[in-house]
């Protein structure tokens, strides 16, 4: 059903409603309202990395795994994937008369904050930290998600708007200041894209200020940037309990009943939460009106076919797991002897770990020494890294204080490199960790991020050489934080690939392969709307067939407002068989071509005729080695 249409009959259902009934549907866990044949319905649900937290489903790699693939098609297909199963759930749960939380089709997902500084706790939520990136993968994710037909497979939601990402510790408090030219180029981008070109359904509102507005009652976010200069026409929903935050935390306001009254009046039509309780009192008290309650119902009346045809951290549970020892020991068989020893847990204080695997570490060196290759798995988990009051989080917040793994698995590394054996590093974490003593003292690592479910048996395939890995960091892995800002410093100014002047420990969009792949030829094809399009010619000049990625990034001479590094503009996943040539068409798209100044305008670019003269200057290109 079009929008128009869905509206119209949104419009009709709730011009049917009294005030109270309007007021009672924009709360996560709206009541059914049974003369007008209305069911309950919960607004909450989560599909991060498959659909979550209701029941068996399909677990696909994290987040941030999934961006290093860097392929827009798969993204698009495993979105598609969640649909289908989040669809059957949901119809499955509609017959029982199940309307509970997460049994819904209004998925927030996916995460397209900027994963700005390597200490973020969440930062594997999302597609990494760059905007571009990030914004071709949330593109296709929301389409995948919600389809292409008359009416949606499911509804998702771009969060957390705007300029989030960390600390964990102090969001419900916390004011990001960001500079325009910061907005324009890194923090709002991605939520462009996804309301653009993508519809995408929601946008959720993030837990702190930005530049002194709380974002989930912000006129600036929300009405002028979001409604106005973007043509947003979906609904727009609270982080769980943020506009509590209004009053309790962030002090702009004194009551609940006057936060109830900033969000709804700034444009936010459903709060995930209990404030807008207060909704009806507020009304009574003339801090808003009925047509400002009206209109935030028949936005949410209108999820593609409006709610009656509707009628992960945040992952599911999988109906079956396959660790990485699993898979090596199922796809080897009885041809190899495997010999596992568990190593070390982890505990986060040196002298705890020491002491409680000194015999852990002693039984791990006697099965190195009697192996003839070690492939040692170590990294973090929920526990170490993810979102500030989930159950488990052991320090900061679920923020990191350093780059370092635990001191149990450190020493764990430190004792294995004295066997002298050949040691395959197997890395599970979601961030940027360091790796300096891995790359001086072991044979090879595979970075695995949080893999799936099934992600042993990806492994096992992997190092026993069936497939070839190809993914790129969509994240830099850096030396140290020593040259970064504070955390709580929102300025891009020295982080990330794009902005930082040190060199990295592993560089954004790295990542080695079993094959040999060089860039032979490039070329100019046409300008066109959607904006240059180029040729080049790869070629594979290994003994194994590989998937690569192409990569095309773009550096600004001509103007001090351009950033200081070259940024990816263009990319594109491909398969090469061994000593095979390929041609391969990219398109740069207009954007590209333009720089941000300090008030947050974008400006054309001389680059664009010296693209168009075939010269290639500011064309840098990558099939990364």
């Not at 709360?27 to 059914?32: G, I, S, T």
């Not at 009053?247 to 404030?275: P, R």
């Not at 002897?337 to 020491?354: F, N, P, T, V, W």
């Amino acid at each position: 059903m079009k929008r128009e249409e869905a509206r119209k009959r949104a419009e009709a259902l709730v011009g049917k409603m009294t005030v109270e009934e309007k007021a009672s549907q924009l709360r996560y866990d709206a009541p059914a309202i049974k003369r007008l044949g209305i069911p309950a319905y919960n607004w909450w649900n989560e599909a991060l990395h498959g659909v979550a937290r209701a029941g068996q489903a399909t677990v696909f790699p994290q987040a941030i795994g999934m961006a290093a693939v860097f392929d827009t098609v798969m993204m698009h297909e495993i979105a598609a994937a969640v649909a289908a199963e989040g669809r059957a759930k949901y119809n499955a749960y509609v017959k029982q008369q199940d309307r509970d939380i997460y049994k819904g089709l209004t998925f927030w997902a996916p995460n397209v904050n900027i994963f700005r500084d390597p200490r973020w706790g969440r930062g594997h939520e999302t597609y990494g930290e760059d905007p571009y990136l990030t914004s071709r993968l949330g593109v296709a994710f929301v389409k995948g998600l919600q389809g292409d037909g008359e009416v949606m497979k499911a509804a998702a939601c771009a969060k957390h708007y705007a300029v989030h990402s960390g600390p964990e510790a102090i969001r419900h408090e916390f004011n990001a200041t960001a500079s325009p030219k910061d907005m324009e180029e890194t923090y709002l981008p991605a939520f462009e894209a996804l309301v653009k070109e993508a519809k995408v359904e929601a946008v959720m509102g993030a837990y702190n200020r930005t530049n002194g507005e709380p974002c989930c009652g912000s006129k600036t976010l929300i009405e002028d940037i979001l409604r106005k200069r973007w043509g947003f026409e979906g609904h727009f929903v609270s982080d769980c309990w943020a506009i509590r935050d209004f009053h309790e935390n962030h002090g702009i306001t004194v009551t609940a009943k006057e936060s109830a009254a900033m969000a709804l009046n700034a444009g936010c039509d459903l709060n995930c939460g209990n404030t807008y309780l207060h909704i009806l009192k507020a009304y009574q008290d003339g801090l808003v009106t009925e047509e400002a309650i009206t209109q935030a119902a028949v936005r949410l009346f209108s999820n593609a076919d409006s709610r009656l045809a509707l009628v992960g951290n945040y992952h599911g549970t999988a109906s079956q797991y396959i660790t990485i020892l699993d898979g090596i020991r199922q796809y080897v068989g009885e041809a190899v002897r495997i010999l596992y020893s568990m190593g070390s847990e982890l505990q986060k204080d040196r002298s705890e770990a020491l002491a409680l695997a000194r015999d852990r570490i002693a039984e791990a060196k006697t099965v190195a020494a009697h192996s003839d290759v070690v492939i040692l798995c170590v990294g973090l988990d929920e526990t170490l890294e993810g979102e500030e009051g989930d159950t488990g989080n052991s320090y900061a917040s679920g923020d990191k204080l350093n780059l370092r793994l635990p001191d149990s698995q450190t020493a764990l590394m430190e004792a294995l490199a004295e066997v002298k054996k050949p040691v395959i590093l197997c890395l599970c974490a979601g961030s940027d960790i360091d790796l300096s003593f891995a790359s001086k003292y072991f044979q090879a690592v595979l970075q695995l991020w949080y893999p799936g479910a099934q992600g042993g048996r990806a492994v096992a395939r992997t190092l026993f050489g069936e497939v070839s890995a190809f993914g790129k960091l969509p994240v830099t892995f850096y030396e140290s934080l020593d040259n970064l800002l504070e955390f709580t410093d929102y300025s891009m100014e020295g982080r990330t690939y794009r902005y930082m002047e040190e060199a990295a420990q592993y560089p954004f969009g790295f990542g080695l392969n079993y094959g040999k792949t060089v860039v032979s030829e490039s070329k100019v094809l046409q300008e066109e709307p959607e904006g240059v399009k180029i040729k080049v010619v790869l070629e594979n000049q290994g003994d194994y067939d590989t998937d690569e990625v192409v990569q095309v990034y773009i550096k600004h001479t001509d103007s001090e407002f351009a950033a200081r590094n070259p940024q990816l503009c263009a990319f594109k996943r491909i398969f090469l068989r061994k000593k095979q040539q390929c041609e391969v068409e990219l398109t740069i798209p207009p954007a590209a071509f333009t720089v941000v100044d300090k008030a947050g305008k974008r400006l054309h670019s001389v680059l664009l005729f010296c693209i168009r003269k075939n010269t290639f200057y500011g064309l840098i290109f990558f099939a990364m080695k």
